[in-house]
């Protein structure tokens, strides 16, 4: 069997840079074990897979999994998703994908980009925790927490961030299998982050589009502002405009295809 592969960086303005998801268009699903291992195979952050659908609710059924588990929601790899399917019709603005938890979400063509829309993941504050501090060998000024498994850690400066050096056994070990760090911007962007998912097989994850969606509401109240720019501080780095829209947040970036080719099952 040979299927289409397309590995895509999103949030990338150039090859190289944001994160890279391999996207996987298939005409029926596969079982569970064959896209698992498939993704193990693949050994990106996200295995996107997509299933045309005719009744009308989306256009497309996504489901996204890492070298470990199948997650219940990615934003990066979403994006990805939506450039493949836009680069692939000149005709079509937009792009809609039927998920299991996250429901219907939307690409839609933004200048020489996109517009991604994810529900919005408020979370709340907690108290700060020596468990935090050890895992990620920094003590943040602030914590929150949200019950689908994200935890923000803010600090102050974004040069304490950038010199965070986790333990990522003790970081796995923490309830919270997102952990994002945070703190305000250093120049050219209002905000900086860094994502940590051990417990999902992925140590740093290079750009992360679902802990924007939690990222959002608490740098919309602080900056006193509903938009703002961010920048994910990994190796590879990738740039993000945010915009928090009720109870969505609408991610604004750029995708480059790097690879295509098949897949020999």
């Known amino acids: 069997m040979r299927l289409n592969f397309h590995q895509i960086d999103a949030f990338a303005s150039r090859a190289f840079e944001g994160n890279p998801a391999a996207v996987m268009p298939l005409d029926a ?17 996200e295995t996107a897979y997509i299933v045309p659908r005719s009744d009308g609710v989306a256009d497309y059924d996504l489901r996204w ?25 000149a005709s079509r603005d937009a792009v809609t994908f039927a998920t299991n938890v996250s429901g219907v979400l939307e690409v839609r ?27 990620l060998g920094a003590s943040p000024e ?12 803010v600090f102050a ?30 120049g050219a ?3 900086i982050s860094r994502v940590f998912v051990p417990a999902a097989g992925i140590d740093e994850d290079p750009v992360t589009g679902s802990a924007h969606a939690a990222l959002a509401p608490y740098w919309a109240a602080r900056l006193d502002r509903d938009s703002f720019t961010a920048f994910q501080a990994s190796p590879r780095g990738g740039h993000l405009h945010c915009t928090l829209a009720g109870d969505r947040v609408v991610l604004r970036g750029e995708c480059v295809t790097v690879v295509e080719g098949a897949f020999l099952l």
Request: charged share 15%; proline share 8%; glycine share 6%.
């Open 29 to 45: 699903w596969l079982d569970d074990a064959t896209l698992q291992a498939i993704a193990m195979e693949n050994n990106l952050a």
């Open 65 to 89: 999994f890492t070298p470990a588990i199948e997650v219940e929601l990615c934003g990066h790899a979403t994006l990805a998703s939506g450039h493949f399917v836009l680069s692939a019709d």
């Open 109 to 135: 063509r933004n200048g020489s980009g996109y517009a991604l829309s994810l529900p919005a993941l408020p979370c709340t504050p907690a108290p700060l925790d020596a468990a935090v501090d050890a895992a």
């Open 142 to 153: 602030a914590l929150l927490r949200h019950p689908k498994g994200y935890l923000i850690a």
């Open 157 to 186: 400066d974004a040069a304490t961030l950038r010199a965070l050096t986790p333990d990522m056994r003790a970081t796995a070990r923490l309830p919270e299998m997102t952990v994002i760090a945070t703190a305000p911007g250093d």
């Open 189 to 191: 962007n209002d905000i």
